[in-house]
């Protein structure tokens, strides 16, 4: 298409739970529309990064432009904003729904509907999209569309019934979609008259051309080399190039308009000028009011993270520096432990964030970390009237200054094959969950709904839930607030010593076991050394919990025979390898096992 | 003074625990693998070398006769400055040596012999593959004695199968008993690719706790009977330690002859390959460096630790500076309160339950050092 009518233009992303089949959709479209050849199509291409891959995830938004005839004889653009599926990034994800007219709701023909989805669905509704439901990989023969159908009714309230039945994997009525997407979907309907009004829904860096920022073109129109304003921190900058994304690279265009979806760089040396949910105008000829529902990224999960070996802190710092190029919601400070050196107090949105991120610094950046236990934030009220807020166990204040404590809660969807309820729930009360209610989806699924402490949901929640539903059971989150808790500081002690990096905030009620389990972990995980070592933890220097790592028995080679001392060397080369993989706390080693070893307690 | 190590690495069969290099008897080979030894022992860089040890190991050097030590001692006298007080050791099989053979093993200058004893329990020496009983073992340190042999010693073995604290505690009894001056005890390592490295053997060896325990009570046990630890696994009366084992300890020279012997000469280490055949017919035996060039740095700390006789702290500050001295003493001093080690005055020496976990304590020692 190369006139310019908003009517033929869809804007439109496509919602799906992990592995329901988001990516292969986006796949067969991309090929449906001749966006890319067939034989330059890479698996899954909107997912380009290798962790993405793996998991079945997208962590970062994407969008491309598709051109596609319809039945109707008319040419038609479509915009496809790919949007991150996970909890962590529901704030990506409310930002791209909100430069959508659309949503394509992909469900799995055998599995339904999950937690997931529904709060990505929920949310697309918020944002008055038109939902388009989608049954997917019909080809299963576990596959029960009819049911599927009926539960979308049921659940989501949305008509169902006539929803393309389609195998993204074979490619089987593909073309239903894109109909039912120009049918459905409303064509975008901004005035290209007003002054310039663009949504920020992504951005990335690129060492060329600086900050790239995606966005949508709510009103008005933009050209290269005129100067735009992002209202949220005021900066100005002259725009250098204008353009959409194709499926494999980015095409500058003279102008971008009204309804449009494109991209705009601006010589912009720093992501975090940049703000996902920013409104862009124009500098010299502003829009009255910013876009609504901007809010600034806040990280809700902190954690320590330390090279292995000490030495590779620049490496690190470094690594950081980079990611966060790309990640405005990745923040860091420099931190130093006694028992872990330097390294860097890291803020993610969540613990898919914080797993992505370390994952990425030792895969793409060949990084060997430590990392602390997950911290969330605490509100701490004092006696002196002051309140703060704690995201470091370190910086916890001493009991006697405390007048009381806060730590936020979420509510939580918890979406299970109801022969799992009680598994589920045994693991909540655990995690000093309050019980809501519980629906049922259809005769076998339930939808449980609890308050959880977000702090018990860091640990391994995720992992826990898994192991007790042999993974049918989904989960979703969203914040609610601050609630007055009983919390306490617990330390760990080796050797008689407090170890930094160990210690971390917890419920009173719950210290004791904690306390218990990290020690035993802890007894388990460091070898045998010259000395006997106590392993303690305690709150406010009283012991709870004690074990005892066994002193080594022997270690020693009886012979070195005929003078040969090469094998003692060797030994010795052996134990020194092994050494570097050990942080020395005083007197005692303790591998990098041990510190991990106490992140997953939920065996 | 250097030390001569001549390696025989013949057996009458293998036993099934041990890794060292031997192949079975062939007399044939073993004369050519004489003559090769002898012809070594012309080699130039050699000539004229003072030596005050000899010690044949092996293997089984008793498989030679006493024709075949002669042979190989006379070709040493040839070579070398041998001191008139020279210890020259041989190791001994029970079962390879009767009365004549002892006496000329006596005549042709051997003053020393190790026999590997092992056990005083039958069962064990048959557990062990050993073709001796423990008569028979008896019968051939006596026989030594008879023929003039002073300084005698015996191995035992620590740990090995259906052993346990009583019994090795009896078969310490009796051989302390025998007319010896020396006795080493070495704790049975289960060495990779041996026909002892399997379950059925480990099941029925005792643990590494209880290894341990029998390691000190056999060390107090033989210390209450004149033999004083002097190293990890060797005990002896007062003036018979081995000179020419101390020698490696001491970090002093020896030069290493046959297939698999090592040398510390002209603070080069270095080794022959564990091939009789090519050994046999090489002009000159071929002298392999070790991968790491000799560090007395290294050296010092790994070999002296072994020892009663310890570190010395004087050397540790040449060695190593001021600092990292101090720094050893300190941990030193803590491994003390452990029981592990004594520190005094001078120097810094290991106890039994600081030989046990040696290796550790050497790896900390080597980090304070500085060395990588």
Redo the contacts between chains.
């Keep these: 298409m190369n006139g310019y009518d908003q009517s033929n233009i869809r804007n439109f992303c496509i919602i799906a739970h992990i592995d329901h089949g988001k990516s292969t959709l986006a796949d067969r479209i991309l090929e449906l529309t001749s966006s890319v050849e067939l034989r330059e199509m890479e698996d899954q291409l909107l997912d380009n990064m290798d962790i993405e891959r793996e998991r079945g995830i997208t962590i970062k938004a994407r969008a491309v432009r598709l051109n596609y005839k319809a039945d109707d004889g008319q040419d038609y653009v479509f915009n496809l904003i790919d949007t991150p599926g996970h909890v962590d990034f529901n704030y990506e994800v409310s930002r791209s729904l909100a430069a959508c007219e659309g949503a394509v709701l992909v469900v799995d023909a055998s599995q339904g509907i999950e937690a997931q989805t529904l709060g990505n669905t929920y949310l697309a509704i918020e944002h008055d999209l038109e939902v388009v439901p989608v049954i997917n990989k019909i080809d299963l023969p576990s596959a029960e569309p009819e049911r599927v159908c009926a539960e979308i009714e049921n659940v989501i309230g949305i008509p169902a019934l006539d929803a393309p039945r389609i195998s993204a994997k074979t490619g089987l009525n593909i073309k239903d979609v894109l109909e039912r997407v120009i049918t459905d979907v409303p064509a975008p309907s901004g005035d290209p008259e007003k002054p310039f009004k663009a949504l920020i829904f992504d951005s990335v860096y690129d060492m060329y051309k600086g900050v790239i920022i995606y966005v949508r073109v709510m009103d008005g129109s933009i050209k290269a080399g005129q100067t735009i304003k992002l209202m949220a921190t005021g900066a100005e900058f002259q725009t250098v190039e204008i353009g959409y994304m194709g499926a494999k690279d980015l095409v500058p265009v003279g102008e971008l308009k009204a309804g449009e979806v494109g991209y705009i760089t601006a010589s912009i040396k720093y992501i975090g000028d940049t703000r996902v949910g920013d409104t862009v105008t124009r500098a010299d000829m502003p829009c009255d009011e910013a876009l609504p529902g901007y809010k600034k990224v806040q990280s809700m999960v902190f954690s320590g993270v330390y090279p292995a070996d000490g030495a590779k802190y620049p490496d690190l710092r470094d690594a950081l520096d980079k990611l966060a190029l790309n990640d405005a919601s990745l923040s860091f400070e420099p931190e130093t432990s006694a028992a872990l050196g330097f390294g860097f107090r890291c803020g993610f949105l969540g613990l898919l964030h914080m797993e992505i991120i370390q994952e990425r610094l030792e895969r793409e950046y060949n990084l060997d970390l430590i990392t602390t236990a997950p911290s969330v934030i605490y509100k701490v009220n004092l006696t002196n009237g002051e309140t703060v807020m704690i995201d470091n166990p370190s910086n916890y204040p001493d009991p006697s200054l405390i007048a009381s404590a806060e730590e936020p809660m979420v509510t939580a969807h918890i979406f299970t094959p109801q022969v799992y309820v009680g598994n589920i729930m045994e693991l909540c009360q655990e995690r000093r969950g309050n019980y809501i209610d519980m629906k049922y989806l259809d005769d076998t699924r339930v939808d449980l709904h609890y308050e959880l402490p977000l702090g018990e949901i860091v640990y391994d929640f995720f992992d826990a839930l898994k192991s007790r539903t042999k993974g049918y059971a989904s989960f979703d989150y969203e914040m609610k607030g601050y609630v007055p808790s009983k919390l306490v500081k617990l330390d760990i002690l080796l050797n008689g010593e407090v170890v930094d990096a160990l210690s971390f905030i917890v419920h009173a009620d719950k210290a004791y076991a904690r306390g218990r389990k990290i020690t035993e972990r802890l007894k388990e995980n460091i070898p045998r050394?010259?000395?006997e070592i106590p392993v303690q933890a305690s709150i406010g220097g009283k012991i709870i919990a004690r074990e005892t790592v066994k002193?080594?028995?022997?270690?020693?080679?009886?012979?070195?025979?005929?003078?040969?001392?090469?094998r003692?060397?060797k030994?010795?080369e052996k134990?020194?390898e092994g050494?570097k993989r050990m942080r020395q706390l005083g007197?005692v080693e303790v591998p990098q096992e041990a510190f991990m070893s106490v992140l997953k307690l939920d065996e | 003074m250097t030390g001569i190590?001549i390696?025989i690495p013949f057996c009458l069969r293998k036993c099934p625990y041990c890794d060292?290099y031997s192949v079975r008897i062939d007399n044939g080979l073993l004369e050519s693998y004489i003559d090769a030894l002898c012809r070594n022992f012309r080699a130039e860089k050699y000539r004229g070398v003072k030596a005050d040890t000899i010690?044949f190991?092996g293997g089984t050097p008793s498989v030679l006769t006493g024709g075949q030590v002669k042979r190989i001692t006379q070709g040493l006298y040839e070579s070398f400055d041998i001191a008139d007080d020279a210890e020259i050791t041989i190791e001994a099989n029970p079962c390879t040596v009767d009365r004549d053979k002892l006496l000329q093993y006596r005549q042709a200058g051997i003053n020393r012999i190790s026999f590997g004893v092992q056990s005083a329990d039958d069962s064990e020496l048959k557990a062990l593959g050993r073709l001796h009983d423990y008569e028979g073992a008896r019968r051939a340190v006596t026989l030594a004695q008879d023929v003039g042999f002073d300084n005698i010693s015996c191995d035992i073995m620590l740990g090995t199968p259906e052993q346990n604290m009583v019994s090795l505690l009896y078969s310490a009894g009796k051989i302390c008993e025998l007319p010896i001056k020396h006795i080493s005890a070495?704790?049975l390592?289960i060495e990779k690719g041996t026909a002892f490295d399997c379950e059925e053997v480990r099941k029925n060896t005792a643990d590494?706790?209880l290894?341990?325990d029998m390691y000190l009570s056999l060390t107090e046990h033989l210390n209450g009977r004149g033999f004083e630890q002097y190293e990890?696994?060797n005990y002896a009366r007062a003036g018979y330690e081995s000179r020419h084992n101390l020698?490696?300890w001491l970090g002093q020279e020896?030069i290493?002859f046959g297939a698999?012997?090592?040398?510390?000469f002209d603070k080069k280490?270095y080794?022959v390959e564990r091939d009789v055949q090519k050994y046999i017919s090489a002009p000159l035996q071929e002298e392999i460096p070790?991968?790491?060039a000799y560090d007395e740095r290294q050296?010092y700390i790994?070999?002296r630790v072994r020892l009663k006789s310890g570190l010395e702290k004087q050397r540790l500050k040449e060695l190593y500076g001021d600092l990292a001295a101090e720094e050893m003493v300190r941990f030193c001093r803590?491994?003390e309160t452990?029981g592990?080690c004594r520190v005094d005055e001078k120097k810094i020496s290991l106890t039994p339950k600081g030989?046990?976990?040696?290796?550790?304590?050497?790896?900390?020692l080597?980090?304070i050092a500085g060395l990588?």
Aim: with cysteine.
């Design positions: 050394q010259l000395f002193a080594m028995r022997k270690d020693v080679l009886a012979k070195c025979y005929g003078g040969d001392i090469t003692k060397k030994l010795l134990q020194k050494k007197t | 190590y390696h060292f010690y190991g070495y704790m390592k590494d706790e290894v341990s990890i696994s020698k490696y020896y290493g698999a012997a090592h040398s510390l280490r080794y070790e991968e790491e050296e790994m070999l803590t491994l452990g592990l030989f046990l976990v040696s290796n550790s304590i050497i790896a900390r080597c980090d990588s």
